[in-house]
């Protein structure tokens, strides 16, 4: 069965490619073939006769003829291993570019389908990237402002008391001025007492100097 398929698609693949006046040839040739050996057929009795005759160039035609037939034959044969050698070869260029274009147009598709998978899964990890620095920024923006509110606490509470000792510096200031102003004032009055005690008292001494007398004096005088 498989010869059969396979000389029948040869045949098929041979006439296809075959032009018709070689077909006509050939066809000639069998039918020639034929032809000589239906007469080889009908002469084999002559032959004999002949023989029994002697007659020698009817047996030398024949030679001849079934010599050519044979080289005709084995002619038509080699003709027509070329041609399915030809077919073949024709059969397979024609097949093997829609094969490869096939092949080519499956690499395209898988490589776009793969390049979007790629392309979907960077743009994925790309998003969930976003994502995560927005909530790292956002928990340091938070952070941050914490930090500064607390600075600013912080900086408040420090001058608010800063101005408290400012305002209790003053006032101590203040009181212990007052303070050293009374001091000041005692010190001041009794300064001046003591002045105008000594200026009293250099007057006294000076009013007895001028009343004292150096002469000789008797005790009764100086009693006196």
Same mark, same amino acid.
Request: aromatic residues 4%; hydrophobic residues 35%.
């Given at each position: 069965?498989?010869?059969?398929?396979?000389?029948?698609w040869?045949?098929?693949?041979?006439?296809?490619?075959?032009?018709?006046?070689? %077909?006509?040839?050939?066809?000639?040739?069998?039918?020639?073939?034929?032809?000589?050996?239906?007469?080889?057929?009908?002469?084999?009795?002559?032959?004999?006769?002949?023989?029994?005759?002697?007659?020698?160039?009817?047996?030398?035609?024949?030679?001849?003829?079934?010599?050519?037939?044979?080289?005709v034959?084995?002619?038509?044969?080699?003709?027509?291993?070329?041609?399915?050698?030809?077919?073949?070869?024709?059969?397979?260029?024609?097949?093997?570019?829609?094969?490869?274009?096939?092949?080519?147009?499956?690499?395209?598709?898988?490589?776009?389908?793969?390049?979007?998978?790629?392309?979907?899964?960077?743009?994925?990890?790309?998003?969930?990237?976003?994502?995560?620095q927005?909530?790292?920024?956002?928990?340091?923006?938070?952070?941050?402002?914490?930090?500064?509110?607390r600075?600013?606490?912080?900086?408040?509470?420090?001058?608010?008391?800063?101005? %408290?000792?400012?305002?209790?510096?003053?006032? %101590?200031?203040?009181?212990?001025?007052?303070a050293?102003? %009374?001091?000041?004032?005692?010190w001041?009055?009794?300064?001046?007492?003591?002045?105008?005690?000594?200026?009293?008292?250099?007057?006294?001494?000076?009013s007895?100097?001028?009343?004292?007398?150096?002469?000789?004096?008797?005790?009764?005088e100086?009693?006196?």
């Open positions: 069965m498989g010869m059969k398929g396979g000389t029948s040869l045949t098929a693949v041979k006439r296809a490619f075959r032009s018709p006046t070689k %077909d006509t040839h050939e066809d000639e040739k069998k039918r020639d073939k034929r032809r000589w050996i239906f007469r080889k057929q009908n002469t084999s009795p002559v032959k004999s006769v002949g023989n029994n005759g002697g007659g020698g160039a009817s047996t030398e035609a024949a030679e001849q003829r079934h010599a050519i037939a044979v080289a034959a084995k002619a038509a044969e080699a003709e027509a291993a070329v041609a399915t050698a030809q077919a073949a070869l024709q059969a397979a260029r024609l097949t093997k570019p829609s094969y490869g274009r096939k092949h080519h147009f499956a690499a395209i598709v898988i490589q776009t389908a793969f390049r979007g998978y790629l392309a979907r899964r960077a743009l994925r990890a790309l998003k969930g990237l976003v994502k995560l927005a909530l790292v920024r956002g928990h340091n923006v938070r952070k941050q402002a914490k930090m500064t509110l600075c600013m606490q912080a900086l408040v509470k420090v001058q608010s008391r800063v101005l %408290d000792q400012r305002m209790r510096l003053s006032h %101590d200031g203040c009181s212990r001025k007052s050293f102003s %009374d001091t000041n004032s005692v001041e009055s009794r300064y001046l007492q003591d002045i105008s005690d000594r200026r009293s008292l250099s007057r006294e001494g000076s007895i100097a001028d009343d004292w007398d150096e002469r000789p004096h008797t005790v009764e100086v009693k006196a």
